[in-house]
């Protein structure tokens, strides 16, 4: 038992975890969530308490969420997300580290150098969870392999970097019924916003001022005000 801003909380350690998990034959992953379901925090997730209840803490282990892009922005999102205890990540990026990324891709270090972000990135959240749910992604998809894995998941976060690869996802997310929450850095200027399924004009306000195939390389590239 655990008190914390004048609440009562219950924890497991990772050795006990492990240990109720082998004697009943039951997966990590399933011991994480039926601990979870008794009200119990394993104590790698027991600081999001009382941030997270168990309940909600067992929503996000619960919850199914894609990535796409995973350099600066992108990496920093998947492990958030793993810390926080989201369960299951589909990890998409068909680039490798290069030394420019050096100087602000968490990943990207002189071991990273020229491997696959998505199988680097999966490697890691593993590390931090061993019973997350990672699939890693190393390709970068077009509308038939985005068909395939957006019905898999409940939110997608578009970390891309070109505004044509932005309006495909956009589009597929669209057509799947699937929620995108959109981020975007150049420079020192960054923008974040939710694009619903339902939302109208495919979000071209968002995206209307640049040609299809520019990079987002200029700070204060995307349009400066709302629609």
Not at 25 to 31: F, I, N
Not at 88 to 104: H, K, P, V
Request: charged share 20%; hydrophobic share 40%; net charge negative.
């Amino acid at each position: 038992m655990v008190l914390r801003r004048g609440q009562e909380f219950l924890v497991i350690s990772r050795d006990q975890l492990h240990s109720w998990a082998a004697e009943r034959g039951l997966s990590r992953r399933r011991a994480l969530e039926l601990a979870l379901e008794e009200g119990i925090f394993p104590e790698g997730l027991e600081r999001n308490f009382p941030s997270f209840s168990a309940a909600e803490q067992l929503t996000l282990w619960r919850s199914r969420v894609m990535l796409v892009g995973l350099g600066g922005l992108g990496g920093c999102h998947a492990q958030l997300l793993a810390r926080a205890g989201v369960g299951c990540l589909y990890l998409a990026d068909g680039d490798c580290f290069t030394q420019s990324n050096l100087n602000r891709q968490l990943l990207a270090t002189s071991e990273t150098l020229g491997q696959n972000k998505a199988l680097v990135t999966a490697r890691h959240l593993r590390q931090i969870n061993e019973a997350l749910e990672v699939e890693a992604i190393p390709e970068f998809l077009d509308q038939g392999r985005l068909q395939h894995f957006l019905p898999k998941v409940q939110v997608v976060l578009d970390a891309l970097d070109t505004l044509a690869a932005r309006r495909e996802i956009v589009a597929a997310a669209k057509e799947a019924g699937v929620p995108v929450v959109h981020g975007a850095v150049s420079g020192a200027f960054g923008q974040v916003t939710t694009i619903l399924p339902h939302d109208p004009g495919e979000s071209s306000w968002l995206f209307s001022q640049a040609a299809p195939s520019e990079p987002e390389t200029t700070p204060g590239y995307w349009p400066p005000s709302s629609p």
